[in-house]
């Protein structure tokens, strides 16, 4: 029994860190209908942030959060206005050829800027964690599961409270109704994508703390957060998180009572099941095209 609840808590702190990183892939897929293939080195480039910041200023990673947010959403922005929004309405295979292409020039930028090598960020609480009974948590994976459900729960919040979260909601049920009441689209584009690098980039943030930073890293989370959201829902941002949650329970049981290289096909067996039995994900809430 205790080996199946640390598998199961496990599994819950793992899902919090798919759903971080996942949030910012649906948001923008469900505004843009831009599957982002540089999701993942939106990712290592805020794992980096926090790892430089570390390595030459001594600031912990979560406290250095706010730089990869902003630094990350900054650069999101601008890609945004000189790339993604001359193809943002063109048929799929000319955003994915350019988000590609994206992942291939950050990916390489990182490789001629930092080389392959692996690094890490060794803090005081790196590999330590605090005791429920028998139960042990890691104190890292715990305060990202904090954050992950703060992070979702205020951008619900930003969408459905705030007069931004409203354009943007707007723009995507009806562009065409949003530009007849006077929303730019464009501007809520930007500014879409500003967001969801920022979230993205304080996810690389977080994962800083407990897994190897290189630049090659980018596509595998690409394709974990591709997974998270077609199981959630595509653009649902709350599906994210129980995507993310379901999924990271999933593998944890996975690798515990069967082999940890049986995780990956788990999964993705599982995404082929989501997809022929509830193509609008788990919640029934997510976009189908």
Excluded at 42 to 51: D, E, H, K, R, T
Excluded at 85 to 91: G, M, T, Y
Excluded at 182 to 207: N, P, Q, R
Excluded at 274 to 283: D, T
């Amino acid at each position: 029994m205790t080996l199946f609840v640390q598998a199961l808590i496990n599994g819950l702190l793992m899902g919090g860190v798919y759903a971080v990183y996942s949030s910012g892939f649906s948001l923008i897929f469900g505004v843009m209908n831009i599957v982002n293939i540089f999701h993942g080195e939106l990712i290592m480039i805020g794992a980096f942030n926090a790892y430089w910041v570390f390595t030459l200023y001594g600031i912990d990673p979560f406290l250095s959060l706010p730089l990869s947010m902003i630094s990350v959403g900054a650069m999101g922005y601008v890609i945004q206005r000189i790339l993604i929004n001359r193809v943002v309405e063109s048929p799929p295979m000319i955003s994915y050829i350019c988000t590609f292409g994206v992942h291939l020039i950050l990916a390489n930028l990182a490789l001629l800027l930092w080389s392959a090598d692996f690094r890490t960020v060794t803090t005081e609480y790196s590999g330590t964690g605090f005791s429920l009974g028998p139960i042990t948590v890691p104190i890292a994976r715990f305060v990202t599961f904090v954050i992950a459900i703060l992070t979702t729960f205020g951008m619900y919040l930003f969408l459905e409270k705030t007069r931004y979260g409203k354009a943007i909601r707007a723009a995507s049920q009806d562009k065409e109704m949003a530009r007849l009441v006077g929303i730019d689209v464009k501007a809520v584009y930007a500014l879409t994508f500003a967001v969801g690098a920022a979230i993205t980039g304080m996810a690389g943030g977080l994962l800083s703390t407990y897994f190897v930073i290189y630049p090659q890293m980018g596509l595998p989370y690409t394709i974990i957060a591709f997974c998270v959201v077609v199981l959630g829902g595509m653009g649902y941002i709350p599906g994210a998180l129980v995507g993310g949650i379901l999924l990271g329970v999933i593998q944890s049981l996975t690798a515990t009572y069967l082999n940890s290289g049986l995780s990956v096909a788990v999964t993705f067996i599982l995404l082929f099941i989501i997809l022929i039995l509830k193509p609008r994900g788990i919640m029934g809430k997510g976009i189908v095209e």
